[in-house]
């Protein structure tokens, strides 16, 4: 990339965040090689990224949306109340009306699937540092589409907790009980907790049923 690029008059600083390492690795490589671009920390949970932002105050922080302690969305809203001025492009391989819906909401300024080209992530940071917003190619298809359109009403999905939103999209993926409490540091008698209640707040009464459900409201592809 080219150190003059227009608009850029000093290095951008970014925070990268994601629970797998060797996402954090080739990110940081990625953007090694944009003259204009700067690493300064890392974050493999979403309280580590608001801690981390916190001291470092990053210009852009790469937010993945399924975190450890605490989800990707609402990392993203407690860093822009501590950082009201940071830059929050997400970085994730769902791109559900849903997910992007609520990421957009919490505050992300840009949203990149993770299928999508290094390039792509390159032109997101850039583009959220001068002030504009981003949406990968797939994103913008969404919203074409009216997945995002309000007017259609409240989803039946506002009726979930945050937490609840997060066990029921790790379990409509295929993750067992015991994958759900490991990755977001839950026993597993309250992962089946959260998933009765959201079976009880969305009058379903198998898993058959819930994923049925998922696949209706654009939370996973049917």
Same mark, same amino acid.
Do not use: W
């Given at each position: 990339?080219?150190?003059?690029?227009?608009? %850029?008059?000093?290095?951008?600083? &970014?925070? +990268? $965040?994601?629970?797998?390492?060797? =996402?954090?690795? *080739?990110?940081?490589? @990625?953007?090694?090689?944009?003259?204009?671009?700067?690493?300064?920390?890392?974050?493999?949970?979403?309280?580590?990224?608001?801690?981390?932002?916190?001291?470092?105050?990053?210009?852009?922080?790469?937010?993945?949306?399924?975190?450890?302690?605490?989800?990707?969305?609402?990392?993203?809203?407690?860093?822009?109340?501590?950082?009201?001025?940071?830059?929050?492009?997400?970085?994730?391989?769902?791109?559900?009306?849903?997910?992007?819906?609520?990421?957009?909401?919490?505050?992300?300024?840009?949203?990149? %699937?993770?299928?999508?080209?290094? &390039?792509? +992530? $390159?032109?997101?940071?850039?583009? =959220?540092?001068? *002030?504009?917003?981003? @949406?990968?190619?797939?994103?913008?298809?969404?919203?074409?589409?009216?997945?995002?359109?309000?007017?259609?009403?409240?989803?039946?999905?506002?009726?979930?907790?945050?937490?609840?939103?997060?066990?029921?999209?790790?379990?409509?993926?295929?993750?067992?009980?015991?994958?759900?409490?490991?990755?977001?540091?839950?026993?597993?008698?309250?992962?089946?907790?959260?998933?009765?209640?959201?079976?009880?707040?969305?009058?379903?009464?198998?898993?058959?049923?819930?994923?049925?459900?998922?696949?209706?409201?654009?939370?996973?592809?049917?």
């Amino acid at each position: 990339m080219d150190s003059e690029l227009p608009g %850029v008059s000093r290095t951008v600083r &970014v925070l +990268l $965040v994601d629970d797998h390492c060797i =996402v954090l690795d *080739g990110l940081t490589l @990625l953007l090694g090689r944009q003259r204009y671009m700067e690493v300064v920390g890392t974050a493999t949970t979403g309280k580590e990224a608001v801690d981390v932002a916190a001291r470092l105050k990053p210009d852009v922080v790469v937010m993945d949306l399924m975190l450890p302690e605490l989800s990707g969305v609402d990392a993203t809203e407690r860093i822009l109340s501590i950082l009201p001025q940071a830059h929050i492009v997400v970085l994730s391989v769902s791109h559900t009306s849903e997910h992007v819906f609520r990421a957009l909401r919490a505050g992300a300024h840009g949203y990149v %699937v993770k299928e999508a080209a290094g &390039v792509e +992530l $390159v032109r997101a940071i850039t583009a =959220v540092f001068l *002030g504009e917003r981003y @949406l990968s190619p797939l994103i913008t298809k969404l919203l074409i589409r009216g997945l995002l359109d309000q007017s259609s009403g409240p989803s039946p999905l506002e009726r979930l907790s945050g937490r609840e939103r997060e066990v029921l999209h790790l379990t409509v993926a295929g993750s067992t009980s015991a994958e759900i409490a490991e990755h977001l540091s839950l026993s597993r008698r309250t992962v089946d907790t959260y998933r009765s209640r959201v079976m009880e707040k969305l009058g379903v009464q198998d898993l058959t049923t819930l994923i049925r459900f998922a696949i209706e409201h654009a939370m996973v592809p049917a």
